[in-house]
């Protein structure tokens, strides 16, 4: 396994919508491997493929407490929502940013798992807004969208600042 580097906003490759997997082998349980390993490391609790840059319709995630329920969903939609919630969410790809965002209290979702099999559940509170915000990342759409466009533009250019910074 490996630690894979985190493209941070506003890296235009974060902007790209991502491909449909057509099927699962064994090259992709590993970027699942290296994903999930990455996002422990950051530390997450989910990850898109897209935020390693990867242009494949991947998420993993683990909320638990304990870090040890890893999950991943290949091609995941969301079939159904229900209700609104606010929460405060941040995001590896604009790291020390935290703001409250609304999205769906629960959604219910459909992907294939690590072994290519359809799997169909229902998500509800922190985990619908993770499988939200994760799925945004596949459709090019981050979690600064949803704010105000003078708090987008903030952020952005500290973004910028930390950027120069690092070089």
Do not use: W
Not at 112 to 119: H, M, N
Request: with cysteine.
């Amino acid at each position: 396994m490996a630690i894979l580097p985190i493209l941070h906003f506003p890296d235009p490759r974060l902007r790209e919508t991502a491909h449909a997997v057509s099927a699962v082998d064994d090259k992709l349980r590993e970027l699942v491997d290296d994903m999930l390993e990455t996002m422990y490391g950051a530390p997450g609790v989910g990850l898109a493929a897209t935020q390693v840059g990867v242009a494949k319709r991947l998420i993993v995630f683990d909320i638990s407490e304990a870090r040890d329920t890893p999950q991943c969903l290949f091609n995941p939609q969301i079939l159904a929502t229900d209700g609104i919630s606010e929460r405060e969410e941040g995001c590896l790809s604009v790291p020390g940013v935290y703001e409250t965002v609304t999205r769906a209290e629960s959604v219910r979702v459909r992907g294939r798992d690590r072994d290519g099999k359809t799997v169909e559940f229902e998500a509800e509170g922190f985990l619908s807004h993770c499988i939200q915000h994760e799925i945004d990342h596949l459709n090019g759409k981050l979690f600064v969208d949803y704010l105000s466009g003078l708090k987008r533009s903030r952020i952005r250019k500290q973004a910028l600042k930390h950027r120069r910074e690092k070089l």
